[in-house]
T-cell receptor, first 115, second 112 residues
């Protein structure tokens, strides 16, 4: 099955600096890569996603890049703010039949933005 | 939380007792999923459903069963709870052939 590795497990940055989280996946058939943000005591919230036919996607201060050849994708957060502090998860998925997609998650990165 | 509710939100139970967690959606989406979240493991898929009475196993299905008798409800049952099933359980939904999953608020289960 799919295996997703996520690094680093913890990341501290100064407010205003950029943060980068990297993930690698093992199955070349994976074609959908979402990123989730999870705040304490809440469910994961989708913040951005990318599909295998696209190399980069941006949404304001957040961007995701995908390198299919190397099988890795990254989350970039610019101009970080204290409210960006949370645990971030990457995931990879493919069509597993009957139109369903099973997500395989990385183990998470705890991002702390220091004011 | 994309029209998803989970109940109960917190539960403490004893080893060997049956436990049922409920996920309810108001979006009329076809696909529903149950995950567990544990420190150091991220989120792992337990079971999923692709329609009423249509379910399949995920990565960590042992010790769990599910049922879906209505589109809006997806139940997760621990027939005989064990301490290793202490975890936070999340339900997720996705619509049609879309692959985007949205998560509920979670249920924290403690098995003593």
């Amino acid at each position: 099955g799919e295996n997703v590795e996520q690094h680093p497990s913890t990341l501290s940055v100064q407010e205003g600096d950029s943060a980068v989280i990297k993930c690698t996946y093992s199955d070349s058939a994976s074609n959908y890569f979402p990123w989730y943000k999870q705040e304490l005591g809440k469910g994961p919230q989708l913040i951005i996603d990318i599909r295998s036919n696209v190399g980069e996607k941006k949404d304001q201060r957040i961007a995701v890049t995908l390198n299919k050849t190397a099988k890795h994708f990254s989350l970039h957060i610019t101009e970080t703010q204290p409210e960006d502090s949370a645990v971030y998860f990457c995931a990879a998925s493919m069509d597993s039949g009957a139109g369903s997609y099973q997500l395989t998650f990385g183990k998470g990165t705890k991002l702390s933005v220091i004011p | 939380d994309a029209g998803i509710t989970q109940s109960p939100r917190h539960k403490v139970t004893e080893t060997g007792t049956p436990v049922t967690l409920r996920c309810h959606q108001t979006e009329n989406h076809r696909y529903m999923y149950w995950y567990r979240q544990d420190p150091g493991h991220g989120l792992r898929l337990i079971h999923y459903s692709y329609g009423v009475k249509d379910t399949d196993k995920g990565e960590v299905s042992d010790g769990y069963s599910v049922s879906r008798s209505k589109t809006e409800d997806f139940l997760l049952t621990l027939e005989s709870a064990t301490s290793s099933q202490t975890s936070v359980y999340f339900c997720a939904i996705t619509g049609g052939l879309e692959d985007t999953q949205y998560f509920g608020p979670g249920t924290r289960l403690t098995v003593l």
